[in-house]
């Protein structure tokens, strides 16, 4: 985890926003944004959250929901069983052709690669974080 200071005041920080009459100040003073995301080095597995979409066909393993693969008993554990087949990704892999590389149940290896999560990055504006300052 890293934590960073910036020597901002809240009003520099949120700017001045447009409000159909000061374009300058708007223009001269934008604010700023502050990135927050997860390390692109510390791997995450799992499913996305369960949409409650029944039929769907997925594009890639990055789509997967728990709803995919759990079993839909009282215990709710991961079903290596369950048929997602590598046919219904290859309809749309998009540039990542390692998306077919994985297959259901396989192997460790194979599971894995389909439970990978992408590290999340979110983009927020100050005036949108300092609302009540």
Do not use: C
């Not at 008993?73 to 046919?87: C, G, H, L, P, R």
């Not at 998009?94 to 999560?117: E, K, R, S, T």
């Not at 990055?121 to 009540?132: A, C, E, I, P, S």
Request: charged letters at 20%; aromatic letters at 14%; hydrophobic letters at 45%.
């Amino acid at each position: 985890m890293m934590f960073i200071g910036f020597s901002l005041s809240a009003t520099d920080a949120k700017g001045k926003v447009y409000n159909g009459s000061n374009w300058v100040e708007a223009l001269a003073n934008p604010g700023w944004y502050f990135v927050i995301e997860e390390r692109a080095g510390e791997p995450v597995f799992g499913a996305d959250k369960y949409t409650g979409t029944k039929t769907r066909e997925l594009k890639n393993w990055d789509e997967l929901e728990w709803g995919d693969i759990l079993t839909q008993n009282e215990y709710k554990f991961i079903d290596v069983m369950k048929s997602i087949t590598v046919d219904q990704l290859e309809s749309n892999v998009g540039p990542n052709v390692y998306d077919m590389a994985a297959f259901w149940g396989a192997n460790a290896g194979d599971m894995a690669l389909a439970l990978l999560q992408r590290p999340s990055r979110v983009f927020l504006h100050g005036y949108d974080m300092l609302v009540n300052l």
